[in-house]
């Protein structure tokens, strides 16, 4: 099964994906968890410590693999480069390992005023192709509320965007947004998870907002996911109630694939 999940900034995604994957893996499946958000906090939702996390470089950081693989240098503006480049090998060179799960963090590509970063670009979109249509892994991709790492080349292989709201109009806004970006791409299994819902209010509120998209579940707010951000371990690790409501949600998407 292949992921995405895109969400506004603090609404939950990160911790949606990481919990999702320590589940998978709990299981015994092959997971890749692939960080695509600039932010880069997926380690921490997957339970990997700081420490840890500094042992591998973001891929857009490395300079002279983009090189190798791609023929062009970063900021060298209109040069010829490999469109696509090999990324077979990268899940495994690459990658932290937590409990059956490889993290990959892909990094932040700049925009503007630095000359082209296509090469960057062709990299990290290829190891996307690559991942969700010749890996048999279970794939989970967390996203920024763009789309741009998503290429046309992927999508009909992704069985789920899972859309993060809380409860509030910035958040249903971004939903919407992140609906319209998915339309343009051709990805067209658009779901919804509420997140940090204090009770049936607020689940209405989601829902009456959001009603022309398919719920997958909701995950209570918690206290515990709060603490678990503070000390720097996953909410999987901290709370039974996340692991159980994001259970859930993962035997709804499961059901329909």
Same mark, same amino acid.
């Given at each position: 099964m292949k992921i995405a999940v895109s969400g506004?900034? +603090?609404? +939950?995604?990160?911790? *949606?994906?990481g919990v999702m994957a320590r589940i998978l893996g709990g299981r015994g499946k092959k997971v890749i968890a692939i960080d695509?958000?600039? /932010?880069?906090?997926?380690?921490?939702?997957?339970?990997?410590? /700081? @420490?840890?996390?500094?042992?591998?470089?973001?891929?857009? !950081?490395? &300079?002279?693999?983009i090189a190798e693989r791609t023929g062009a240098k970063k900021g060298q503006y209109g040069a010829f480069f490999?469109?696509?480049?090999?990324? /077979?090998? %990268?899940? &495994?060179?690459?990658?932290?390992?937590?409990?059956g799960v490889k993290l990959i963090v892909l990094g932040n590509i700049p925009r503007g005023g630095g000359g082209c970063f296509c090469a960057e670009n062709a990299l990290l979109r290829s190891l996307l192709s690559h991942v969700m249509i010749e890996r048999d892994d279970y794939v989970i991709v967390d996203l920024e509320a763009g789309l741009e790492h998503m290429g046309r080349g992927t999508t009909?292989? %992704?069985?789920?965007? =899972? =859309?993060?709201? &809380?409860?509030? $109009? $910035?958040? #249903?806004?971004?939903a919407r947004q992140v609906?319209?970006?998915?339309?343009?791409? @051709?990805?067209?299994?658009v779901y919804v998870v509420g997140n940090k819902i204090a009770g049936k209010e607020d689940e209405?509120?989601? $829902?009456?907002?959001?009603?022309?998209?398919? #719920?997958?579940?909701?995950?209570?707010?918690?206290?515990? =996911? %709060?603490?678990?951000?503070?000390? +720097?371990?996953?909410?999987? /690790? *901290?709370?039974?109630?996340?692991?159980?409501?994001? !259970?859930?949600?993962? !035997?709804?998407?499961?059901? *329909?694939?």
């Open positions: 506004k900034g +603090g609404a +939950g995604k990160t911790t *949606l994906a695509a958000d600039p /932010d880069s906090n997926l380690a921490s939702a997957l339970g990997i410590d /700081d @420490g840890t996390l500094t042992k591998v470089k973001p891929l857009a !950081e490395m &300079e002279e693999f490999q469109l696509n480049p090999r990324v /077979d090998d %990268i899940p &495994e060179r690459f990658s932290l390992q937590k409990d009909e292989h %992704i069985d789920a965007l =899972v =859309v993060v709201v &809380e409860p509030g $109009r $910035r958040s #249903f806004q971004t609906r319209r970006l998915a339309d343009d791409i @051709g990805i067209k299994k209405a509120l989601v $829902r009456d907002n959001l009603n022309d998209l398919p #719920f997958l579940g909701f995950i209570s707010y918690n206290e515990k =996911v %709060i603490e678990a951000d503070k000390l +720097g371990v996953s909410p999987f /690790d *901290l709370d039974k109630g996340i692991r159980e409501e994001v !259970e859930g949600i993962l !035997e709804a998407l499961e059901g *329909l694939a």
